[in-house]
């Protein structure tokens, strides 16, 4: 008996997915105030100088450096500048009464803050100049962006950091990836947590896991399907998707029915519609997890278990889903943290533990889930990221290990 192909390493298999990436096609203009957490399709460009003009940092006294000759001196103020008011001009030997944002008067070069000044009377004691420095307290125009200048390349994710970036230059809609995405969940065993518990079946979590986990990763149409193992209803069912244009994925994700067994027909039907390759990965949990096309789309076919689901999605599928946005980043740096665990025994897999950060003793530690089974959804739920054992390696208490909070990975 011939002994069972080698486990290929997640890097490699990463390493594959990220080459086999291609642009999606699929984009569309939305209302800024729409876009957050979505992948920009083409650059944003400045429609304006930010700042538009020179403008105060501070509330204080805008003034000439060139007036300080005098320690001590009072000079008239002439001009009071609020924001959104006209700056008009100061003449040497004046000074101004200048609020934060107001535009700086022409003229004008320095801001003192209202603390570091003596205003009485329509006059301005100034400080020594030994305590001022020239353009102090100046925010000058184009300090941000400068006009036609690109803000935001092709592929960054629309945080509400760059969605109000976006603002500031005076764009009001953008272009975003919009690829379809079907979610195809396999089994007869299988049913809606809507209706009420049936003999041998159980609730179906990877559907809405998955659909969710899409969403929250910047991807927002998603359609669902359900099918029963039967090989004629699942050839009917993706025949409808792939020839009505209206519903026609850009990307299919499934999750179990491509394995080995008797019962997994989804992948007979799918090898007949395109070209699948079948890997056995050195991931745990997951093993069994299936790439290729289908009638020209990319195909990813993700284990039954539902923590496997969770990991071969945050560390696979959706660095390839990034490089097919234009992201520069596919996956974040982990963070290398001790762990209040012991792993005694070396592994033949990469291990993704479900794991907690905690504060103990002043000193950040891992804490492992006691639950590890790749069929349990509640260690991930308790958990607030992913620490990494790599294969063929043992660890003592107190040794580091790669740390993936799930806040960083789903960025």
Known sequence: ??????????????????????????????ALSEARGQYLASAVKARVDVPAFDNAAVDGV??????????????????????????GTLMPGQVARIFTGAPVPAGADTVLMQEDCEIADGRVRLPARENVREGQNIRPAGQDARRDEVVLARGERL???????????????????????????TGDELQGPEE?????????????????????SGFANVQREHLADDPELIRSTLTRYLTDPLHRPDVIIS???VSVGEEDHLRAVLESQGELDFWRLAIKPGKPFTFGEVDGLPFFGLPGNPSAVLVCYLMLVLPALRKSCGASSFLPEPFTVPADFAVPRPGKRQEYLRVRCINHQGQLRLQQHPNQSSGMLSSA?????????????AFEAGEPL???????LLL
Do not use: C
């Open 1 to 30: 008996m011939s002994a069972p192909p080698a486990l290929m390493p997640v890097s490699e298999a990463l390493e594959r997915l990220l080459a086999a990436a291609q642009p999606f096609q699929a984009v569309r203009g939305i």
């Open 62 to 87: 805008a003034m000439r450096y060139a007036d300080l000759d005098e320690p001590g001196l009072t000079l008239p103020m002439h001009l009071r500048v609020a924001a959104g008011d006209a700056p």
């Open 159 to 185: 945080t509400p950091q760059a969605v109000g970036l976006i603002a500031s230059v005076g764009e009001s809609r953008v272009t975003v990836n919009a690829p379809r995405i079907l979610v195809l969940t």
């Open 196 to 216: 009420a518990p049936l003999p041998g079946k159980i609730y179906d979590s990877n559907g809405p896991q998955l659909e969710q986990l899409l969403i929250q």
């Open 255 to 257: 999750t179990g029915g």
């Open 381 to 393: 739920v308790w958990a607030d990221g992913l620490a990494v054992v790599p294969v063929g390696k």
């Open 402 to 408: 790669a740390f993936y909070p799930f806040s960083q």
